[in-house]
């Protein structure tokens, strides 16, 4: 069965600072992975997506993830955050056949300090 | 614009009545789906369309929850006689065909959110 964890519910971190927000997943083959950002009042947007062509994804705004499969995860990261990135982040595992449906995790909501 | 769009973005009702939600996919995406999400939560399955067939429903889509899509474009969601738990964001999401093997991105509507007292 396809499962997702998001480690941390609550993230809160500096302007300026790294962001890390964790995510392991359970997959009885290999997945695909995605991390949505979803903004207050916004519709769920794509950050970047893992399609087993590269281990390390880059997306949108700076964001980064490194699929690794020994650990069975897929952590998002960004080397300096911004006011701007606080929002409530979500690690998604999806089957790569029949509906596709998306699994999500819990999510993570990121802070941004001033 | 092209992206996903659902009508309406809000709904209140009282609990007992019945709530019809409509999601407009993006025009080439054979494939729709159906999320919920409650407060504080990731977003559910409910049911997933290819075409006009709806292929998978969820255990979360009791027998008061219906969901059509009749010509294989807009789909509506129906609850009937709604309850106070039935309160949450309704996501509609759509894609292209899937290719065995490959990824499968979805693009999401900004949801419609349903309170009922």
């Known amino acids: 069965a396809q499962s997702v964890t998001q480690l941390d519910s609550h993230v809160s971190v500096s302007e300026g600072t790294p962001v890390l927000l964790r995510c392991n997943y359970s997959?009885?083959?290999?997945?695909?992975l995605f991390w949505y950002v979803q903004h207050p009042n916004k519709g769920l947007q794509l950050l970047l997506k893992?399609?087993?062509?590269?281990?390390l994804v880059k997306g949108i705004n700076g964001f980064e993830a490194e699929f690794k499969k020994s650990e069975t995860s897929f952590h998002l990261t960004k080397p300096s955050a911004h006011m701007s990135d606080a929002a409530e982040y979500f690690c998604?595992?999806?089957?790569?056949?029949?509906?596709?449906?998306?699994?999500f995790g819990t999510g993570t909501r990121l802070k941004v300090l001033a | 614009d092209t992206g996903v769009s659902q009508d309406p973005r809000h709904k209140i009702t009282k609990r007992g009545q019945n709530v019809t939600f409509r999601c407009d996919p993006i025009?080439?995406?054979?494939?729709l789906y159906w999320y919920r999400q409650t407060l504080g939560q990731g977003p559910e399955f409910l049911t997933y369309?290819?075409?006009?067939?709806?292929?998978?429903k969820s255990r979360l889509l009791s027998d008061r929850f219906s969901a059509e899509r009749p010509k294989g474009s807009f789909s509506t969601l129906e609850i009937q006689r709604t309850e106070q738990g039935d309160s949450a964001m309704y996501l509609c999401?759509?894609?292209?065909?899937?290719?065995?093997?490959?990824?499968?991105?979805?693009?999401f509507g900004p949801g419609t959110r349903l309170t009922v007292l």
């Open positions: 999401a759509s894609s292209l065909p899937g290719q065995s093997g490959s990824y499968n991105e979805q693009f």
């Open positions: 369309f290819q075409n006009e067939a709806q292929l998978e």
């Open positions: 893992y399609t087993s062509a590269a281990t």
């Open positions: 025009s080439e995406h054979n494939r």
């Open positions: 998604v595992v999806t089957f790569t056949s029949g509906t596709y449906k998306y699994i």
């Open positions: 997959s009885s083959y290999s997945p695909s």
